[in-house]
């Protein structure tokens, strides 16, 4: 516990000006008995930092209050050490720049905020990072296909041990099946060769990469710097203790035989991208039906991609691919005829310029929808489609060959390797889960690939939480890579469609976020978005009914259960969320740092008014990722807010207990506003499902509160992003009207 | 203006047409044009164009050799730029504009008056070497007919040349042939056979 | 500060007065003007929907091979001219298959053109080599409370995007003006077309565009609009009494070359600014300025 809490007030950056700095000293130092408190003008520089560190040495402080701008800024200034915790008490962003100056409600928030963080202070310690022992910083790429290849390289350049996994007998993967490449470098206009060999070589002369061909991974088990995998080659049975594990096994051809409508089973002549590949790469390009050399082809676009009743998404090489492969054509012929017909053609990032070439080799760009594809004479094939640029019908006949550009399906939405379509296999519920459900468990937990390649064991399954589709990714805008699995990273087109150069890059990125992973577990530190934390939770077991709501909600799969049934936490997987914290009903989860007695402290320090002061006091929770972030904004931008809100930081919502609401309440608070990240699809969550989780939980204290005869539009939960700042004010604003029309909370004065 | 009604067949990409087009000096651009319609949004004149020149190049491609030929497209034409600065592939269109308007002339598409008027400007500068307004109009008069004087009077085009005059705007006499006439007329003679063998 | 000048057919037909005030204007800001000996006809929009873009190409070279001798950058104000020009010369400079089969048509006429000069706007050369500064120095009756739209037209910007001015939203010719103490209005039509060549081929063309240009001058408050190109000079003045014929309007404001608003701020001669040469009379416009014929 901290015994010694030291108070800094800064009145730089216009604080000064705005509030009475010497009655916050007074709040400080008399009220909450400080026993250092101090004031400067510009506590960030260098003398400012120089006291501080002063009174640290003088006075052995244990806790810091740097009582001025954000802990979004600054923060290398205000770093002391591990041994001392520090505490950013916000009154510039939130108080200052956001209020009216020198005004008695705006210094009231300054005080109370001082006020709740002097509580939390009573009980926060400075959390112990988690050392491992026989820590491993290998790095595991499982999948020897251009993103594998690309990230083993890019690890093992970058001086980190690699050991490769590819269930083939030789490395490449689709490369191998492959005639050329679209190109991969500027001006990106000519084929390439896919220098396979050269690729290899390069990996197979690195000494710091150890490849193991014909191999599946029987088990992973274990967590980031320590995954314990064993691996099955040739019938013996290898352990490896690995640090973080790239995820690239690609992707494979969407089912052609699901594409009768186009044509497929109809002819010989009617082909797959890939059947195409393998016929270029024979030599002569000919018809299957006959060996005659093709002298018309056409392409069928988003071949069973973009398809409601298909594969939803799109694919986003086959594009660039049917280009290449009209090219082959033209390099055979240059006379010959090439068609393709598209929705939209998608040649992203510089294969605009592919594009151009393909058209200036005389391919010819027909933008329709096929309705049908048929037989003509003498073997050949013919294409009706509307036209929409010409808005009629258009034909194509006298065609030897008609390929299909049939799209990618990620090699994680398959069961016991069979293709089960686009959508992802929920797990029969095992045993464990089905009486975790009985026990009215709260979130449905998210369904887990089943595909057999990583083996992991973890109670939540054996393989990766599904995005969409079967894609594992987490949050493809905010953390792409992340799977929700802490150490295992997603590059290339298992983690979504992308052609080689996206691959290539994404590859790269994959391999810089598992050495960050490596690095920061050696330290006991989270990764991102908190990166750095070092704080874990503690569960005081003695406590614990072994409900599993922990287990079930944490959203990175980090607890595991002991013999005994009890949680048991895998410390190198969690993310310091603090979902579990929240989820646990008997609220034995708590940080060093964060833990529901702490909030609880604070939300009974600051000043509720009484009811004739028609002051209506609301407290807000607000996420530390992007809610809090927003408010930070609105102040930057000076934008003014009701003063009478009361602000709490949460790392997630995930986090919010229960009690917190009841405590506000019974303390006459107005209004409770939940301020997290967008949830359902394209969810903002930087936890996954904290917000979601929050809201059910929300849903169950509305019964109580009515029962109590308390509105349960009292408390309320809201969305919001960084970029949503300016609706700050107007959210609070209606909020406020809201409470005002409800009147004062009931349970004040009692 | 020309039936712009395409027959009723499913249509066939047929591309003798478009090797025709894209072998003029400018013609290859139209095929990399990608169909956004960029320009047929930013054209000074595409409401009262036939086709928009994104049209037109797909008609190109499609092979429509009469009604590209016979659009009025290339003729409304203001050679304004507004395309040409936001074509998204860099396509010149103006100069695409030019090389349809001088093979229309040449394969004898020439109901449009703008293609008179065109070649009484040209006629007037390989002559004189310099324009002048008063013969590129008889010229253009002389190709045309009386019809078209009787169009621009019903417009009020003689008042417009009075009140020229009356603002001393008009020279009666035309200004005098360029010095070096027959140098410049070897010169376009040179840079027209030099064109043609080019495009060989 | 020295340059050649190319003044183009126009220029010494209907726009001759064009030619006069910019003259004269120079001169006051101590410009000198050598006009390219001998030059011939640029090809304007036409001559190569005749004979193709290269033949149209090396006829304005010869001007450009002309002009070579003295090495000055050279002026051009009309529209037409300085796109030709501009683009010819730009692809001497960028194309050396092209520089070399010119070459080879212009040794034709005992000429070559080794692509030295610059191809300047007169807009450019006025904001960017003479400068605001000295031109608001040189003003000795300042416009004050004209208001004035600026009518930059198609191709000076858009020839060469960039060159000097926004392509679609110039802003070089409101400064000038500004710079004469008068005021740019706001002229979202600024750089629309007015139809341009069509003034004979298809009239309505240009009475059309030419009534929505004066429209938008008008509604934005403009009393005057300025131009920088003979050719919409020529489409908004001379042809106004067919646009209000035709289009049943009554569109009075008078249309200046920009130079010759210059020539008044500069308290030039009244034969030097020409404005009796306008078709649609200035004077009523300018006569709290103190101007009569
Ligand atoms: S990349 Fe092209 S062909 Fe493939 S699904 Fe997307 S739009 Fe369709
Ligand atoms: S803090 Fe988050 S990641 Fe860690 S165990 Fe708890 S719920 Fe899981
Ligand atoms: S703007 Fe360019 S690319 Fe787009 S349709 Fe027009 S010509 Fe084609
Ligand atoms: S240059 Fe011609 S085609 Fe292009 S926008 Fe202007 S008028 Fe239309």
Redesign the pocket.
């Given at each position: 516990m901290a015994k010694k809490t030291g108070v800094f007030i800064c009145s730089g950056c216009g604080i000064g000006e705005s509030l009475d700095v010497d009655a916050l000293v007074k709040v400080a130092a008399k009220e909450c008995k400080a026993p250092v408190c101090k004031t400067n003008p510009f506590f960030c520089g260098a003398e400012g930092v120089e006291l501080i560190k002063q009174d640290i040495a003088a006075g052995e402080l244990d806790c810091i209050l740097v009582v001025g701008c954000s802990n979004r800024v600054n923060y290398n200034a205000f770093d002391f050490g591990p041994s001392v915790t520090v505490e950013r008490v916000n009154i510039r962003e939130q108080v200052a720049w956001s209020h009216e100056p020198n005004d008695e409600d705006t210094q009231a928030m300054a005080e109370d905020i001082i006020r709740m963080f002097m509580a939390k202070a009573k009980t926060v310690e400075a959390p112990v990072p988690y050392i491992v022992e026989d820590l491993s910083k290998t790095i595991m790429v499982v999948g020897g296909g251009m993103a594998g290849m690309t990230a083993a390289i890019e690890s093992a350049k970058a001086n980190y041990q690699v050991v490769l996994v590819e269930k083939e007998a030789s490395l490449g993967g689709w490369l191998n099946k492959l005639y050329k490449l679209a190109p991969l470098k500027t001006p990106f206009t000519s084929l390439e060769d896919t220098n396979l060999e050269a690729r290899i070589n390069e990996i197979n002369s690195n000494p710091n990469i150890k490849v193991y061909t014909s191999a599946n991974i029987e088990k992973t088990a274990g967590g980031p710097g320590l995954f314990d995998v064993t691996i099955k080659q040739n019938g013996s049975e290898i352990s490896e203790r690995v640090g973080a594990i790239v995820l690239a096994t690609g992707a494979v051809p969407y089912d052609p035989e699901k594409l009768g409508h186009l044509g497929f089973g109809t002819s010989p002549n009617v082909i797959t991208q890939s059947m195409f590949e393998e016929i270029a790469k024979k030599g002569t390009i000919a018809r299957p039906s006959d060996g005659k050399e093709v002298k018309k082809i056409a392409f069928i676009q988003c071949a069973g991609s973009r398809d409601a009743e298909r594969l939803p998404y799109c694919s986003a090489a086959c594009c660039v691919e049917s280009m290449k492969q009209a090219l082959y054509l033209k390099e055979q012929d240059s006379e010959a005829q090439a068609y393709v017909f598209y929705k939209d053609i998608r040649s992203s990032g510089q294969y605009e310029h592919f594009y151009k070439a393909a058209q200036t080799a005389g391919v010819i760009f027909v933008k329709g929808d096929v309705t049908g594809v048929s037989a003509g004479n003498g073997g050949t094939l013919v294409i009706e489609a509307d036209d929409i640029l010409m808005g009629e019908k258009t034909m194509a006949d006298e065609l030897d060959l008609i390929v299909l550009a049939n799209g990618m399906v990620p090699t994680t939405a398959f069961t016991e390797g069979a293709y089960v379509g686009c959508g992802v296999q929920v797990p029969e519920p095992e045993a464990g889960a089905e009486a975790a459900a009985a026990a009215d468990a709260p979130v449905p937990a998210a369904p887990i690939i089943k595909s057999n390649i990583l083996n992991l064991v973890y109670r939540q399954g054996p393989e990766l939480p599904d995005l969409k589709y079967g894609f594992p990714d987490s949050h493809y805008i905010c953390f792409p890579y992340e799977t929700r699995r802490t150490g295992i990273y997603a590059a290339g087109s298992v983690r979504r469609p992308m052609d080689m150069v996206q691959a290539i890059e994404d590859a790269t990125g994959a391999a810089l976020k598992a050495i960050q992973c490596v690095e920061m577990t050696a330290q006991g530190a989270a990764v991102h978005p908190r990166a750095g934390d070092t704080s874990l939770p503690d569960f005081q077991l003695n406590r614990c009914t072994q409900c599993k709501r922990c287990t079930d909600e944490c959203p990175f799969g980090a607890i595991n259960e002991d013999e005994k049934g009890n949680p048991l936490i895998n410390p190198t997987r969690c993310r310091r969320c603090s979902t579990c914290m929240g989820a646990c009903p008997e609220r034995i989860i708590s940080f060093k740092n964060y833990s529901v007695p702490m909030i609880g402290n604070m939300l009974k320090a600051f000043e509720v008014p009484e009811e004739d002061e028609e002051k209506p006091r609301i407290l807000i929770f607000a996420c530390e990722n992007d809610a809090i972030p927003a408010i930070d904004m609105a102040g930057i931008n000076r934008l003014q807010y009701n003063p009478w809100v009361r602000i709490i930081p949460v790392r997630c919502l995930g986090s919010l207990s229960l009690v917190w609401i009841n405590d506000a309440m019974s303390r006459g608070v107005d209004g409770v506003l939940l301020l997290g990240c967008k949830h359902g699809d394209d969810y903002q969550c930087h936890f996954m499902k904290g917000s979601e989780l929050a809201e059910i939980r929300l849903s169950k204290v509305s019964e109580t509160l009515d029962r109590l005869g308390l509105e349960s539009e009292r408390v309320q939960a809201k969305t919001i992003s960084i970029m949503d700042y300016e609706e700050i004010p107007k959210m609070l604003a209606e909020f406020m009207e809201k409470i005002e029309d409800l009147g004062p909370n009931p349970m004040k004065g009692f | 203006m020309v039936d712009n009604k395409i027959s009723s067949a499913p249509v066939k990409y047929d591309n003798s047409f478009a090797k025709e087009i894209y072998a003029l000096e400018n013609g290859h651009y139209a095929q990399i044009c990608m169909q956004c319609g960029m320009?047929a949004v930013?054209?000074?004149?595409?409401d009262i164009?036939d086709y928009s020149?994104r049209r037109l190049f797909n008609l190109v491609r499609v092979g429509k050799k009469e009604e590209v030929m016979r659009s009025n497209?290339?003729w409304?034409?203001?050679?304004?730029?507004?395309?040409?600065v936001r074509c998204p592939r860099g396509i010149p269109?103006?100069d695409v504009?030019h090389d349809l308007k001088a093979m229309a002339i040449k394969q004898g598409y020439v109901d449009y008056p703008h293609a008179a008027f065109h070649q009484a400007f040209w006629q007037e500068a390989f002559s004189r070497g310099r324009v002048f307004e008063g013969g590129i109009m008889a010229r253009f008069i002389l190709k045309r007919g009386l019809g078209e004087i009787k169009k621009l009077l019903a417009l009020g085009m003689k008042d417009m040349g009075m009140g020229m005059l009356k603002h001393g705007r008009v020279p009666l006499v035309p200004p005098r042939k360029i010095k070096g006439l027959k140098e410049l007329q070897q010169i376009i003679q040179r840079a027209q056979a030099l064109q043609e063998k080019e495009a060989k | 500060m020295r340059y050649s000048i190319y003044p183009g057919c126009t220029m010494e037909g209907p726009a001759l007065f064009f030619l006069k005030a910019t003259e004269a204007v120079a001169e006051a800001l101590g410009m000198h003007l050598d006009e390219i000996p001998d030059w011939n006809c640029c090809g304007a929009s036409e001559v190569s929907g005749v004979v193709g873009e290269f033949t149209q190409q090396v006829m304005t070279a010869r001007n450009l091979a002309i002009a070579e001798a003295k090495g000055q950058d050279v002026l051009v104000a009309c529209s037409s001219c300085y796109m030709n020009m501009g683009l010819t010369n730009k692809h001497f400079k960028d194309d050396p298959h092209f520089a070399q089969m010119a070459n080879e048509a212009l040794a034709a006429g005992g000429l070559k053109y080794n692509g030295t000069l610059k191809v300047r706007q007169i807009v450019d050369i006025l904001v960017n080599d003479i400068g605001l500064d000295k031109i608001k120095a040189r003003v000795k009756k300042p416009l004050t409370g004209l208001k004035v739209a600026g009518y930059v037209g198609?191709q000076t910007v858009r020839a060469l995007p960039w060159e000097y001015d926004d392509p679609e939203r110039p802003v070089l010719l409101d400064q000038l003006i500004e710079a004469l103490g008068a005021t740019a209005v706001p002229f979202p039509m600024k750089a629309r077309?007015c139809g341009s060549s069509h003034a004979i081929a298809q009239t309505e063309i240009v009475l059309e565009h030419s009534k929505e240009i004066l429209e938008s001058a008008a509604s934005n408050g403009a009393s005057m609009l300025v131009t920088n190109c003979p050719m919409c000079q020529m489409n908004l003045d001379a042809f106004r009494g067919m646009i209000n014929q035709v289009h049943k309007t009554n569109l009075t404001l008078p249309i200046l070359f920009f130079t010759q608003l210059m020539a008044i701020a500069f308290d030039l001669p009244p034969a030097v600014a020409g404005l009796k040469h306008c078709v649609v009379s200035p004077y009523e416009v300018l006569a709290p300025l103190g101007v009569g014929k």
């Amino acid at each position: 516990m901290a015994k010694k809490t030291g108070v800094f007030i800064c009145s730089g950056c216009g604080i000064g000006e705005s509030l009475d700095v010497d009655a916050l000293v007074k709040v400080a130092a008399k009220e909450c008995k400080a026993p250092v408190c101090k004031t400067n003008p510009f506590f960030c520089g260098a003398e400012g930092v120089e006291l501080i560190k002063q009174d640290i040495a003088a006075g052995e402080l244990d806790c810091i209050l740097v009582v001025g701008c954000s802990n979004r800024v600054n923060y290398n200034a205000f770093d002391f050490g591990p041994s001392v915790t520090v505490e950013r008490v916000n009154i510039r962003e939130q108080v200052a720049w956001s209020h009216e100056p020198n005004d008695e409600d705006t210094q009231a928030m300054a005080e109370d905020i001082i006020r709740m963080f002097m509580a939390k202070a009573k009980t926060v310690e400075a959390p112990v990072p988690y050392i491992v022992e026989d820590l491993s910083k290998t790095i595991m790429v499982v999948g020897g296909g251009m993103a594998g290849m690309t990230a083993a390289i890019e690890s093992a350049k970058a001086n980190y041990q690699v050991v490769l996994v590819e269930k083939e007998a030789s490395l490449g993967g689709w490369l191998n099946k492959l005639y050329k490449l679209a190109p991969l470098k500027t001006p990106f206009t000519s084929l390439e060769d896919t220098n396979l060999e050269a690729r290899i070589n390069e990996i197979n002369s690195n000494p710091n990469i150890k490849v193991y061909t014909s191999a599946n991974i029987e088990k992973t088990a274990g967590g980031p710097g320590l995954f314990d995998v064993t691996i099955k080659q040739n019938g013996s049975e290898i352990s490896e203790r690995v640090g973080a594990i790239v995820l690239a096994t690609g992707a494979v051809p969407y089912d052609p035989e699901k594409l009768g409508h186009l044509g497929f089973g109809t002819s010989p002549n009617v082909i797959t991208q890939s059947m195409f590949e393998e016929i270029a790469k024979k030599g002569t390009i000919a018809r299957p039906s006959d060996g005659k050399e093709v002298k018309k082809i056409a392409f069928i676009q988003c071949a069973g991609s973009r398809d409601a009743e298909r594969l939803p998404y799109c694919s986003a090489a086959c594009c660039v691919e049917s280009m290449k492969q009209a090219l082959y054509l033209k390099e055979q012929d240059s006379e010959a005829q090439a068609y393709v017909f598209y929705k939209d053609i998608r040649s992203s990032g510089q294969y605009e310029h592919f594009y151009k070439a393909a058209q200036t080799a005389g391919v010819i760009f027909v933008k329709g929808d096929v309705t049908g594809v048929s037989a003509g004479n003498g073997g050949t094939l013919v294409i009706e489609a509307d036209d929409i640029l010409m808005g009629e019908k258009t034909m194509a006949d006298e065609l030897d060959l008609i390929v299909l550009a049939n799209g990618m399906v990620p090699t994680t939405a398959f069961t016991e390797g069979a293709y089960v379509g686009c959508g992802v296999q929920v797990p029969e519920p095992e045993a464990g889960a089905e009486a975790a459900a009985a026990a009215d468990a709260p979130v449905p937990a998210a369904p887990i690939i089943k595909s057999n390649i990583l083996n992991l064991v973890y109670r939540q399954g054996p393989e990766l939480p599904d995005l969409k589709y079967g894609f594992p990714d987490s949050h493809y805008i905010c953390f792409p890579y992340e799977t929700r699995r802490t150490g295992i990273y997603a590059a290339g087109s298992v983690r979504r469609p992308m052609d080689m150069v996206q691959a290539i890059e994404d590859a790269t990125g994959a391999a810089l976020k598992a050495i960050q992973c490596v690095e920061m577990t050696a330290q006991g530190a989270a990764v991102h978005p908190r990166a750095g934390d070092t704080s874990l939770p503690d569960f005081q077991l003695n406590r614990c009914t072994q409900c599993k709501r922990c287990t079930d909600e944490c959203p990175f799969g980090a607890i595991n259960e002991d013999e005994k049934g009890n949680p048991l936490i895998n410390p190198t997987r969690c993310r310091r969320c603090s979902t579990c914290m929240g989820a646990c009903p008997e609220r034995i989860i708590s940080f060093k740092n964060y833990s529901v007695p702490m909030i609880g402290n604070m939300l009974k320090a600051f000043e509720v008014p009484e009811e004739d002061e028609e002051k209506p006091r609301i407290l807000i929770f607000a996420c530390e990722n992007d809610a809090i972030p927003a408010i930070d904004m609105a102040g930057i931008n000076r934008l003014q807010y009701n003063p009478w809100v009361r602000i709490i930081p949460v790392r997630c919502l995930g986090s919010l207990s229960l009690v917190w609401i009841n405590d506000a309440m019974s303390r006459g608070v107005d209004g409770v506003l939940l301020l997290g990240c967008k949830h359902g699809d394209d969810y903002q969550c930087h936890f996954m499902k904290g917000s979601e989780l929050a809201e059910i939980r929300l849903s169950k204290v509305s019964e109580t509160l009515d029962r109590l005869g308390l509105e349960s539009e009292r408390v309320q939960a809201k969305t919001i992003s960084i970029m949503d700042y300016e609706e700050i004010p107007k959210m609070l604003a209606e909020f406020m009207e809201k409470i005002e029309d409800l009147g004062p909370n009931p349970m004040k004065g009692f | 203006m020309v039936d712009n009604k395409i027959s009723s067949a499913p249509v066939k990409y047929d591309n003798s047409f478009a090797k025709e087009i894209y072998a003029l000096e400018n013609g290859h651009y139209a095929q990399i044009c990608m169909q956004c319609g960029m320009c047929a949004v930013s054209c000074a004149t595409h409401d009262i164009m036939d086709y928009s020149p994104r049209r037109l190049f797909n008609l190109v491609r499609v092979g429509k050799k009469e009604e590209v030929m016979r659009s009025n497209t290339m003729w409304m034409c203001t050679a304004c730029c507004m395309c040409k600065v936001r074509c998204p592939r860099g396509i010149p269109l103006v100069d695409v504009m030019h090389d349809l308007k001088a093979m229309a002339i040449k394969q004898g598409y020439v109901d449009y008056p703008h293609a008179a008027f065109h070649q009484a400007f040209w006629q007037e500068a390989f002559s004189r070497g310099r324009v002048f307004e008063g013969g590129i109009m008889a010229r253009f008069i002389l190709k045309r007919g009386l019809g078209e004087i009787k169009k621009l009077l019903a417009l009020g085009m003689k008042d417009m040349g009075m009140g020229m005059l009356k603002h001393g705007r008009v020279p009666l006499v035309p200004p005098r042939k360029i010095k070096g006439l027959k140098e410049l007329q070897q010169i376009i003679q040179r840079a027209q056979a030099l064109q043609e063998k080019e495009a060989k | 500060m020295r340059y050649s000048i190319y003044p183009g057919c126009t220029m010494e037909g209907p726009a001759l007065f064009f030619l006069k005030a910019t003259e004269a204007v120079a001169e006051a800001l101590g410009m000198h003007l050598d006009e390219i000996p001998d030059w011939n006809c640029c090809g304007a929009s036409e001559v190569s929907g005749v004979v193709g873009e290269f033949t149209q190409q090396v006829m304005t070279a010869r001007n450009l091979a002309i002009a070579e001798a003295k090495g000055q950058d050279v002026l051009v104000a009309c529209s037409s001219c300085y796109m030709n020009m501009g683009l010819t010369n730009k692809h001497f400079k960028d194309d050396p298959h092209f520089a070399q089969m010119a070459n080879e048509a212009l040794a034709a006429g005992g000429l070559k053109y080794n692509g030295t000069l610059k191809v300047r706007q007169i807009v450019d050369i006025l904001v960017n080599d003479i400068g605001l500064d000295k031109i608001k120095a040189r003003v000795k009756k300042p416009l004050t409370g004209l208001k004035v739209a600026g009518y930059v037209g198609c191709q000076t910007v858009r020839a060469l995007p960039w060159e000097y001015d926004d392509p679609e939203r110039p802003v070089l010719l409101d400064q000038l003006i500004e710079a004469l103490g008068a005021t740019a209005v706001p002229f979202p039509m600024k750089a629309r077309c007015c139809g341009s060549s069509h003034a004979i081929a298809q009239t309505e063309i240009v009475l059309e565009h030419s009534k929505e240009i004066l429209e938008s001058a008008a509604s934005n408050g403009a009393s005057m609009l300025v131009t920088n190109c003979p050719m919409c000079q020529m489409n908004l003045d001379a042809f106004r009494g067919m646009i209000n014929q035709v289009h049943k309007t009554n569109l009075t404001l008078p249309i200046l070359f920009f130079t010759q608003l210059m020539a008044i701020a500069f308290d030039l001669p009244p034969a030097v600014a020409g404005l009796k040469h306008c078709v649609v009379s200035p004077y009523e416009v300018l006569a709290p300025l103190g101007v009569g014929k």
